[in-house]
């Protein structure tokens, strides 16, 4: 009897482990798995988000697949139902750093289909090189919530937080190559475009402006010299300053702050020469008092006071191909041309 007793109870307290272990957090590395849901990390990058204000402040964006292994729809909305830890610390979720802009929206919904999976993303302040742990919180109708468990290694994606930088890099070669026509390694590198295109565009936005400031008939000559001068003068004088504000999925969104010369305000400045000319030489010679202008161009453009941009200029573009491309014409239709050829800056 008593010997049938212990068989029992070792019997009993087998059970017990087994069941203790089934409910328990299976996790791998990058996957879990509990009774409710299978989990696994599909990819993590490095982003950079418009809503970020430190400069070293890193974010990272998680996607992670999770099945739902019950009969029922369960919910885990990416935020409130995902965590992460630091060991014993649980990190305030980052619900902030979500930028649509980018196209990283946030998931309120959460809902997964009886055996379904779906892809949540997640969107983590964290520290370069440093191990984490992300807990999955389903909230599952009718039962008990169970935590499931991810590890989470930073230093698997290091290499995504070096290319952080290379949209604002595209984009300053891209000014650098159309509108300068400075030497620029990065252009060959970061930009897919045509170039030789963008810069006649480029120049065909200053004739169009020089003539209207003019009133006379200035020939194509003469533009093209006047251009020449003002592009080398654009080129030694103009400061650009570009960062990368937003990036994640082959979309960023960089910063440009300018100073530049104000094209469109020199028709006050031709005006002004015209009656210097007419005064000192009595002449009323169209022809004369073009060519005049024309010879004093340097001198014009080399007076006129910078303007710089209030605020931040921000332009969106896109990764293609492995390449970056800069659409010249932005949303509501203002064209780059119109900053960096007439200086238009507000």
Known sequence: MFKRINFL?????????????????????????????????????????????????????????????????????????????????????????YDSKIGLDIDTSGGIGAGKSKTVLAIFEVEKDKKYEIGLNPSIPGEEEKEV????????????????????????????QIYYEKENNDYEKFVTADKAALQEAAKKTFKNTIK?????????EQLEKMYMSYR???????????????YANDKAVVGVNIETIPLGNISSEIIEYKREFTEDTGSYDREEVTEYIVSKFDEIISSMELKASEDR??????????????????????SLDEIFIKGAVY
């Open 9 to 97: 109870l070792v019997i009993l307290a087998v059970f017990l482990i087994l069941s203790a272990c089934s409910d328990k957090t299976e996790k791998t590395g990058g996957t879990a798995k509990s009774k409710q849901i299978e989990a696994k990390i599909e990819s993590a990058q490095y982003i950079k988000s418009s809503r970020i204000e430190e400069e070293d402040q890193d974010a990272i964006a998680v996607k992670i697949n999770v099945k739902n292994l019950l009969d029922s729809e369960i919910r885990l909305s990416s935020y409130d139902g995902i965590k992460l830890y630091d060991g014993d610390q649980q990190l305030s979720t980052e619900s902030d750093l």
């Open 149 to 176: 468990i991810l590890e989470f290694d930073t230093a698997k994606y290091a290499e995504s937080h070096e290319t952080l930088d290379d949209p604002a890099k595209a984009f300053a070669a891209y000014v650098d």
């Open 212 to 220: 209207d400031a003019f009133y006379e008939k200035v020939s194509d």
């Open 232 to 246: 080398n003068m654009l080129a030694e004088k103009a400061k650009v300053d570009v960062k990368t504000i937003a």
């Open 313 to 334: 200029i921000e332009i969106p573009i896109t990764k293609k191909d492995g390449k970056w491309v800069i659409k010249p014409t932005q949303e509501y239709g203002r």
